[in-house]
C-alpha cells in the first residue's frame, strides 16, 4: 500500500481539527457559538426537530446534544415547545437570538469559504465538497 494512501486518513484527522479550531474561533468571535453549536443552529433553524431528530441530524450521541441544547437554550438561542403529539417530546426552535446569531457569523463562513477557495481553486473547492459530503454520509 503506498505510503500517501495510509496517511490519507491521518491527514484528513489533521486538516479537520485545525479547520474546525480555526473556525471556532472566529464563531466565538463573532457570535459567541461553536461550529458544533452552529451546526445546530442551522438544523434547527429547518424547524420541527426534537432533540432525537437533532441527534440523528448531527451524527451525534442523543447525551452530547442533550448537552448542547441545555447550553442553546441557557443562552437563549434556542427554545424548547411541547410537541404536537409526543407528550414527552419537545420541539426545538430558533430563537430570534439565534436568528441574530447566525446573522452575525455568516460574514466569517463566507471569510472561511473564501479562504478555502484561494487554496483548493473553485473546481477543487467544489471536488473537495462533494467528496466531503460523500464521506459524512457513507454509513461506517
Known amino acids: 500500500m503506498p ?3 495510509q496517511r490519507l486518513f491521518f491527514l484528513l484527522q ?3 481539527h485545525r479547520l474546525r479550531v480555526a473556525a471556532d474561533r472566529r464563531c466565538l468571535a463573532a457570535a459567541g457559538i461553536t461550529t458544533a453549536q452552529l451546526g445546530a443552529l442551522f438544523a434547527v433553524r429547518e424547524g420541527g426537530l426534537t432533540q432525537r431528530d437533532l441527534a440523528a441530524r448531527l451524527g451525534q450521541r442523543e447525551s452530547a446534544v442533550t448537552a448542547m441544547v441545555t447550553r442553546l437554550v441557557e443562552a437563549r438561542l434556542v427554545a424548547k415547545q411541547p410537541h404536537p403529539r409526543e407528550h414527552r417530546a419537545v420541539v426545538l426552535q430558533l430563537t ?3 436568528e441574530e446569531a447566525l446573522t452575525r457569523v455568516a460574514p466569517e463562513i463566507e471569510e472561511f469559504n473564501a479562504q478555502l477557495r484561494a ?8 471536488q473537495t465538497a462533494e467528496a466531503v459530503g460523500k464521506l459524512a454520509r457513507e454509513e461506517w
Do not use: I, P, T, Y
Open 96 to 98: 430570534a437570538a439565534g
Open 14 to 16: 489533521q486538516a479537520a
Open 3 to 5: 505510503e500517501s494512501d
Open 119 to 126: 487554496v483548493l481553486g473553485e473546481a477543487g473547492f467544489r
